[in-house]
C-alpha cells in the first residue's frame, strides 16, 4: 500500500496508473498539481478532512542538500521512531533545504461506494455550522466543501446548471453501500436541524463525478464570469470552531467591496477560501484585493489561525508569519536554514522573512 | 475539537478528563506514558492503525531551547502550510531539541459503538495474513493486535483465563451500531479464508473492557509467567506487505531460543513487538536477548522496515541508525542539532550516534 515516484508525476497521471490496483493517493488539490510542489508547500485539499495533507501521506523522500549530500529521510515502514522527522521537514520547506528527487507515498483502497450529497442554506453562518456539526458527529465525511451563492452562480454560469443559489454543503461520505446511506441519513439530518433545504445525493457515478467536476473547476467558472479579471485567491485556516466566524465576518466584508468575490472552503478542516476578481491593469481593484487578503489574514490571525492552510508561504506571505509565529519560531526556522543551506542557495527569497538574523 | 496539556500529564488522566464532552485524545501506550513523554519518542500504541501516531495527533507545541528562547511551533489551525514544520520536528527528537512545555493535542469524538473479535489461527503466519488483508479490505479498523500463544499462555496463567492457546488476532471496529456489525462479518469472513477458528465477538461494555484490559497488561502477564526475569521489550516495523515474513523468520528463531518468549504486534501497521524473559544475573541469558533483538532488527531494516516503531532510539538503538537511514541522514540531523544546541546540553549522548560529526 505504498508507491515510489519521482517528483514530476502528477496526482491525477499517478490515479490513473493506481486506479488498476484498487488503490489511491488520497490528495486532490488543483488539477495540475506535481507530487513534487505538493510536498514542498504541504499541499492538501478537499480530501484532507478524512485522509489528512501530504504531511500525513508520504512515508520517505530522497533530497538532495545544498552541499550535494542525497538524504532519504526515512525508512519504508509506515511508522518509525528512529531519529528527526526529516520527512516533514522537508515537507512545506518550499524548496529552500533541498531538491525532492524521489518519494515514497502511502496508498487507500478506493472505497467501495460513495455518495455525494448537496444541501443548501438561507446564510452561509448555517452552512458552516452545519459542517461544524458534521464533524463533531463523529461520521467518517471524506470531503466537505462550501460554496457561498456567488460561487454557485458562476459554476451555472460557467456550465449551464440551474442549481439554487444559495450557500451550499457539497458532502462526499465513503464505505460500504449500507453505511454511506446511514452517513447519508445523519447528515440529512443535521442539516434539517440547522434550515437545510434541497437536501438531494448521488450514487450514480457519473452523477457524482459531474458534481465534484463543476466544484473541481469552481476557479475556471469565476474567470469565466468575469473574463477580463485576475484572480486572487486567499487561504486562511483556522480551529473548527472559529470557522463560522470568521466566514460570516468575511462574508461582510466581501459582500461590501466593488469586487466580484467567492467563497470556497474546505469546512472541515476550517480552511477557506476566497476568489478575488480583480482588473490587473487597475492598480485601485489591485489594491482592494490586497486590502480584502489582508483583511481575512488578520480575523483568521486573531482566531489563533494561520495565514496559509495549503498554498505556502512564497514570497506573498512573509509579512504575516511573524504575527503568526512569533520572533523565536522564525528565528529557529533560520537557523535550521543556515545549518543546512548555509550559501542561500537553494530558493533563495523564499519562506523566511529577509529581516529574521541568526 | 482540541486541548491544551502541560507535558506532565497521563494520557489516561486526560481521557477520564475528556470522557465527559464526548471526545478522546486516541493514542494508547503503556498505562503510564505522560503526554511529554509520547511527544518525545514520537509514541503510538495500538489505536494509530486508525488514528495516526503522536506525529498526526499534535496540533503544535510550546518548548524551551538551549539558548532560552521559548518557541511555539505553529498557530492552532488544523492544517497549515507556513513554514517549517517545527512540530514535527520536536516530535521523536527525545528531549535532545528542547524542552517541552506545553502541547495542543488533536482530539477525536468517541466511537457511537465498538465490537471486539477475536479469532485463533494454527499459525502465525495465518493470523499477520489476516491482518494484511483487513488492511486492504478498506474497512477502518481501529485496533488490530496479534498474539502468539506463547503470549495467550502468559495472559491465561496471569488472568486465570482459559482462552484457546494459539496464535490470536484482537480486532476493534467502530462507528454506528449497524456499521460495526457489517464490520464483523467482513472481518469473520476473512478470518474463515485464512483457516481462522473460533470466532467471537463482544458488544458488551464490560465484555470489551475485560479483553482491553488482558491486552494492555499482556507485558505484566509475561513478568507473571517468569517472576526472576526481567523482560527486554524489541520494537521493529516494517512495510505492511513483509509483515508476515518477518514475524515467521523471528518466531522460528525465538521459538528456537533457550529463552521464553512472547510475540505482540500491531500487526495494522507492520509493527511487532516481543517480549524476551532473562535473567538479569546471568551473562549468558542476557546475551542470548541481545543477540536475538539483533536478529529482529537485522531481519527488519533488509525489509526496508526501522528498529523502532515507535520507543525511540535513546542510546539502545544507536548502533542500528547508519544502518538504518544512512550517513547522509545522520550528518544532516547532526547539523540540525548543533544549529539549535550548539553546546550539547539537551539530553546529551541520545539519539544521534557519537561517532557522527558536522
Given at each position: 500500500?505504498d508507491?515510489?515516484?519521482?517528483?514530476g508525476?502528477?496526482?491525477?497521471?499517478l490515479n490513473e496508473?493506481l486506479?488498476?490496483?484498487?488503490?489511491f493517493?488520497?490528495?486532490?488539490?488543483?488539477?495540475?498539481?506535481?507530487?513534487?510542489g505538493?510536498?514542498?508547500t504541504?499541499c492538501?485539499g478537499?480530501?484532507?478532512?478524512?485522509?489528512?495533507?501530504?504531511?500525513d501521506n508520504v512515508?520517505n523522500l530522497?533530497?538532495?542538500l545544498?552541499?550535494?549530500?542525497?538524504?532519504k529521510?526515512a525508512?519504508?515502514a509506515?511508522?518509525?521512531?528512529?531519529?528527526?522527522?526529516?520527512?516533514?521537514?522537508?515537507i512545506?520547506?518550499?524548496?529552500?533545504?533541498?531538491?525532492?528527487?524521489?518519494?515514497?507515498?502511502?496508498l487507500q483502497?478506493?472505497?467501495?461506494?460513495s455518495?455525494?450529497?448537496?444541501?443548501n442554506?438561507?446564510?452561509i453562518k448555517d452552512?458552516?455550522?452545519v459542517?461544524?456539526?458534521?464533524?463533531?458527529s463523529?461520521?467518517?465525511?471524506?470531503r466537505?466543501?462550501?460554496l457561498d451563492e456567488?460561487?454557485v452562480?458562476?459554476?451555472n454560469?460557467?456550465?449551464?446548471?440551474d442549481l439554487?443559489?444559495?450557500p451550499t454543503?457539497?458532502?462526499?461520505?465513503i464505505g460500504t453501500?449500507a453505511?454511506?446511506?446511514?452517513?447519508?441519513?445523519?447528515v440529512?439530518k443535521?442539516?434539517?436541524?440547522h434550515?437545510?433545504?434541497?437536501?438531494v445525493f448521488?450514487?450514480?457515478?457519473?452523477?457524482?463525478k459531474e458534481?465534484?467536476?463543476?466544484r473541481?473547476e469552481?476557479l475556471y467558472a469565476c474567470l469565466?464570469?468575469?473574463?477580463?479579471c485576475?484572480?486572487m485567491?486567499?487561504?486562511?485556516?483556522?480551529?473548527?470552531?472559529?470557522l463560522?466566524?470568521?466566514?460570516?465576518k468575511?462574508?461582510?466584508?466581501?459582500?461590501?467591496s466593488?469586487?466580484l468575490c467567492?467563497?470556497i472552503?474546505h469546512?472541515?478542516?476550517?480552511?477557506?477560501?476566497?476568489?478575488?476578481l480583480?482588473?490587473p491593469?487597475d492598480?485601485?481593484q489591485?489594491?482592494?484585493?490586497e486590502?480584502?487578503?489582508n483583511?481575512?489574514?488578520h480575523?483568521a490571525?486573531s482566531?489563533e489561525?494561520t495565514c496559509?492552510?495549503?498554498h505556502?508561504?512564497?514570497?506573498?506571505?512573509?509579512?504575516?508569519l511573524e504575527?503568526?509565529?512569533?520572533?523565536?519560531?522564525l528565528?529557529t526556522?533560520?537557523?535550521?536554514k543556515?545549518a543546512?543551506?548555509?550559501?542561500g542557495?537553494m530558493?533563495?527569497?523564499?519562506?523566511i522573512?529577509?529581516?529574521?538574523?541568526?
Open positions: 500500500m508507491v515510489v515516484v519521482e517528483p508525476i502528477g496526482w491525477m497521471e496508473y486506479a488498476p490496483y484498487g488503490l493517493f488520497p490528495l486532490d488539490p488543483g488539477p495540475g498539481a506535481t507530487i513534487g505538493m510536498c514542498g504541504r492538501s478537499s480530501l484532507a478532512v478524512r485522509y489528512g495533507t501530504m504531511r512515508i530522497k533530497a538532495v545544498a552541499d550535494g549530500e542525497v538524504v529521510t525508512s519504508r509506515r511508522k518509525s521512531a528512529a531519529g528527526y522527522d526529516l520527512t516533514r521537514l522537508m512545506g520547506s518550499e524548496g529552500t533545504l533541498g531538491v525532492i528527487t524521489e518519494v515514497t507515498l502511502r483502497k478506493i472505497p467501495e461506494h455518495i455525494v450529497a448537496m444541501c442554506f438561507p446564510t452552512a458552516a455550522d459542517a461544524i456539526a458534521a464533524m463533531l463523529g461520521i467518517q465525511v471524506s466537505v466543501e462550501l456567488v460561487q452562480k458562476a459554476i454560469l460557467a456550465n449551464g446548471k439554487p443559489e444559495f454543503l457539497m458532502f462526499e461520505l453501500e453505511y454511506t446511506r446511514e452517513q447519508t441519513h445523519i440529512q443535521i442539516a434539517s436541524e434550515n437545510g433545504s434541497d437536501f448521488a450514487e450514480d457515478k457519473e452523477a457524482k458534481l465534484w467536476k463543476i473541481k469552481a469565466a464570469m468575469a473574463p477580463n485576475e484572480a485567491t486567499t487561504d486562511v485556516c483556522v480551529p473548527l470552531s472559529h463560522a466566524e470568521l466566514i460570516s468575511s462574508k461582510q466584508e466581501l459582500d461590501a466593488p469586487l467567492t467563497v472552503a469546512a472541515g478542516d476550517g480552511n477557506f477560501h476566497t476568489v478575488i480583480f482588473n491593469e492598480e485601485g489591485r489594491k482592494e484585493a486590502r480584502l487578503n483583511f481575512m489574514v480575523a490571525l482566531m489561525g496559509t492552510g495549503e505556502g508561504v512564497g514570497t506573498g506571505k512573509l509579512k504575516y504575527k503568526e509565529l512569533g520572533t523565536a519560531n528565528r526556522m533560520r537557523k535550521i543556515a543546512l543551506d548555509p550559501n542557495i530558493n533563495p527569497g523564499k519562506l522573512p529577509p529581516h529574521v538574523c541568526l
